[in-house]
Nanobody, 124 residues
Framework: QVQLVESGGGLVQAGDSLRLSCAASGRSFGWYGMGWFRQAPGKEREFVAAISWRGSTTADSVKGRFTISRDNAKDTVYLQMASLKVEDTAVYYC???????????????????WGKGTLVTVSS
Protein backbone atom coordinates (compact mmCIF):
# COMPACT_ATOMS: atom_id res chain seq x y z
CA GLN A 1 0.00 0.00 0.00
CA VAL A 2 1.44 3.29 -1.09
CA GLN A 3 1.53 6.00 1.54
CA LEU A 4 2.81 9.54 1.75
CA VAL A 5 3.12 10.71 5.35
CA GLU A 6 3.90 14.32 6.13
CA SER A 7 5.45 15.57 9.33
CA GLY A 8 7.05 18.69 10.75
CA GLY A 9 4.10 21.05 10.83
CA GLY A 10 3.33 23.19 13.83
CA LEU A 11 2.89 26.67 15.24
CA VAL A 12 5.65 29.17 14.58
CA GLN A 13 6.06 32.92 14.56
CA ALA A 14 6.45 35.11 11.52
CA GLY A 15 10.07 35.13 10.41
CA ASP A 16 10.77 31.66 11.75
CA SER A 17 11.87 28.61 9.77
CA LEU A 18 10.35 25.16 9.60
CA ARG A 19 11.12 21.97 7.71
CA LEU A 20 8.44 19.62 6.51
CA SER A 21 9.15 16.01 5.64
CA CYS A 22 7.24 13.53 3.55
CA ALA A 23 8.08 9.86 3.85
CA ALA A 24 6.92 7.68 0.98
CA SER A 25 6.37 3.95 1.32
CA GLY A 26 4.87 1.08 -0.58
CA ARG A 27 7.04 1.42 -3.65
CA SER A 28 10.22 3.09 -4.80
CA PHE A 29 9.74 6.75 -5.62
CA GLY A 30 13.19 7.41 -6.97
CA TRP A 31 11.90 8.14 -10.47
CA TYR A 32 8.74 9.89 -9.36
CA GLY A 33 8.24 13.57 -9.28
CA MET A 34 7.37 14.67 -5.77
CA GLY A 35 6.15 17.94 -4.42
CA TRP A 36 3.98 20.02 -2.17
CA PHE A 37 0.64 21.76 -2.38
CA ARG A 38 -1.01 23.83 0.31
CA GLN A 39 -4.47 25.02 1.20
CA ALA A 40 -5.05 28.02 3.39
CA PRO A 41 -8.33 28.48 5.29
CA GLY A 42 -11.04 29.62 2.92
CA LYS A 43 -8.76 29.49 -0.11
CA GLU A 44 -8.18 27.14 -3.00
CA ARG A 45 -5.41 24.60 -2.89
CA GLU A 46 -2.25 25.85 -4.59
CA PHE A 47 1.00 24.42 -5.86
CA VAL A 48 4.08 25.14 -3.73
CA ALA A 49 7.07 23.18 -5.02
CA ALA A 50 8.12 20.19 -7.08
CA ILE A 51 11.24 18.13 -7.60
CA SER A 52 12.24 15.36 -9.99
CA TRP A 53 15.40 14.10 -11.60
CA ARG A 54 15.00 17.03 -14.04
CA GLY A 55 15.39 19.58 -11.27
CA SER A 56 13.16 21.55 -8.94
CA THR A 57 10.84 24.50 -8.98
CA THR A 58 8.89 26.61 -6.51
CA ALA A 59 5.85 28.83 -6.81
CA ASP A 60 6.46 32.55 -7.17
CA SER A 61 4.76 33.16 -3.83
CA VAL A 62 7.47 31.23 -1.97
CA LYS A 63 10.44 31.63 -4.27
CA GLY A 64 13.57 32.60 -2.38
CA ARG A 65 12.05 31.48 0.94
CA PHE A 66 11.15 27.81 0.41
CA THR A 67 13.47 25.08 -0.82
CA ILE A 68 12.48 21.58 -1.87
CA SER A 69 14.88 18.66 -1.67
CA ARG A 70 14.75 14.90 -1.56
CA ASP A 71 16.66 11.90 -0.30
CA ASN A 72 16.01 9.05 -2.70
CA ALA A 73 17.70 6.53 -0.43
CA LYS A 74 15.02 7.30 2.16
CA ASP A 75 12.18 7.98 -0.31
CA THR A 76 11.68 11.25 1.51
CA VAL A 77 11.06 14.76 0.24
CA TYR A 78 11.59 17.89 2.30
CA LEU A 79 10.30 21.42 2.23
CA GLN A 80 12.56 23.88 4.01
CA MET A 81 10.60 27.02 4.77
CA ALA A 82 12.29 30.22 5.87
CA SER A 83 11.12 33.75 6.61
CA LEU A 84 7.63 32.43 7.19
CA LYS A 85 4.73 34.81 6.83
CA VAL A 86 1.25 34.74 8.30
CA GLU A 87 -0.07 34.09 4.80
CA ASP A 88 1.92 30.84 4.68
CA THR A 89 -0.53 29.39 7.19
CA ALA A 90 -2.07 26.35 5.52
CA VAL A 91 -2.33 22.61 5.43
CA TYR A 92 0.62 21.36 3.43
CA TYR A 93 0.15 18.24 1.33
CA CYS A 94 2.79 15.97 -0.14
CA UNK A 95 2.16 14.58 -3.61
CA UNK A 96 3.84 12.21 -6.02
CA UNK A 97 3.50 11.70 -9.75
CA UNK A 98 4.95 9.17 -12.14
CA UNK A 99 5.76 12.08 -14.44
CA UNK A 100 9.04 13.93 -14.11
CA UNK A 101 8.19 17.16 -15.91
CA UNK A 102 8.38 20.17 -13.62
CA UNK A 103 8.23 22.97 -16.18
CA UNK A 104 4.50 22.62 -16.69
CA UNK A 105 2.09 23.60 -13.94
CA UNK A 106 1.23 20.73 -11.66
CA UNK A 107 -2.43 20.06 -11.02
CA UNK A 108 -3.68 18.50 -7.82
CA UNK A 109 -5.87 16.05 -9.68
CA UNK A 110 -3.00 15.14 -11.98
CA UNK A 111 -1.00 13.54 -9.19
CA UNK A 112 -0.85 9.82 -8.54
CA UNK A 113 -0.53 9.88 -4.76
CA TRP A 114 -1.45 12.35 -2.03
CA GLY A 115 -0.66 12.66 1.64
CA LYS A 116 -3.17 13.64 4.28
CA GLY A 117 -1.47 16.91 5.08
CA THR A 118 0.27 18.65 7.94
CA LEU A 119 -0.84 21.98 9.39
CA VAL A 120 1.51 24.94 9.49
CA THR A 121 0.34 27.94 11.47
CA VAL A 122 2.31 31.16 11.38
CA SER A 123 1.43 33.74 14.01
CA SER A 124 2.23 37.45 13.83
Amino acid sequence: QVQLVESGGGLVQAGDSLRLSCAASGRSFGWYGMGWFRQAPGKEREFVAAISWRGSTTADSVKGRFTISRDNAKDTVYLQMASLKVEDTAVYYCVATSGSEIRTKWRWDGMDYWGKGTLVTVSS
